[in-house]
């Protein structure tokens, strides 16, 4: 029996309101010794993930490490975004053995996670694997996350995909949120987010929107 297609969107998509975003030590010592990534890149990737998840609504938990003894503030990208939003401070490399972050989750009860943050192999693989023993379906947007090598960040991301952790990319992030341009109370957010940390896609909506007036939605 034939397959019959419908014009339904897969499970595994990520919408708005199905996921929590937990966003991980983005924090000037942590940053110091990334190499993976150059820190401009690195600081437009977040702050695209950052706008992206407050505009759309989506369910955020920010986490530091020794902030005032050690790793210092959090990037402006991210609390700027999220004012209202309780920075929560561990001692735990692996955010999952903090029993404040997790008490948060537990709050906010989705079974869906996204992460994004600093080092890939050791503060992104440990509360992945640790999410994904426990039952929860996991994301790691690969481009929003950084560590002291690319063999340390390539080979974390590794592992976490043979576990199961499903990767994407920031840009990919939003525009998954978005998903329809004819979703028009989100389509001037999305491009204008898009136009500024969206790289040369970005500068293709500005040239197109400026010389022709175009619309994704037509």
């Not at 401009?40 to 530091?64: E, H, K, M």
């Not at 976490?160 to 920031?170: D, F, K, Y």
């Not at 293709?204 to 929107?209: C, P, S, V």
């Amino acid at each position: 029996m034939a397959i019959k297609a419908t014009p339904t969107p897969g499970k595994r998509l990520v919408s708005p309101h199905d996921h929590t975003l937990i966003m991980i030590d983005f924090q000037s010592q942590m940053s110091f010794a990334t190499k993976s990534i150059d820190a401009v890149t690195l600081r437009n990737n977040v702050a695209l993930v950052s706008r992206a998840a407050a505009g759309f609504g989506v369910s955020t938990v920010l986490t530091t490490v020794a902030e005032k003894s050690f790793s210092g503030p959090m990037f402006e990208e991210i609390t700027s975004a999220f004012p209202e939003e309780k920075l929560l401070d561990r001692t735990s490399m692996n955010t999952w053995e903090d029993a404040a972050v997790v008490a948060r989750v537990s709050e906010i009860g989705k079974d869906r996670l996204v992460f994004a943050g600093l080092w890939t192999s050791v503060c992104i693989v440990g509360p992945t694997l640790s999410a994904l023993d426990q039952g929860y379906e996991v994301y790691v947007i690969a481009d929003a996350c950084g560590d002291v090598s690319d063999e340390a960040h390539e080979r974390a991301m590794q592992r976490m995909i043979q576990a199961g952790v499903q990767p994407m990319t920031s840009l990919q992030y939003m525009l998954e949120l978005q998903r329809d341009w004819a979703r028009t109370e989100t389509y001037e957010m999305t491009t204008g987010i898009a136009k500024k940390y969206g790289g040369a896609y970005g500068l293709g909506i500005i040239y197109a929107k400026s010389m022709f007036g175009a619309s994704e939605g037509h």
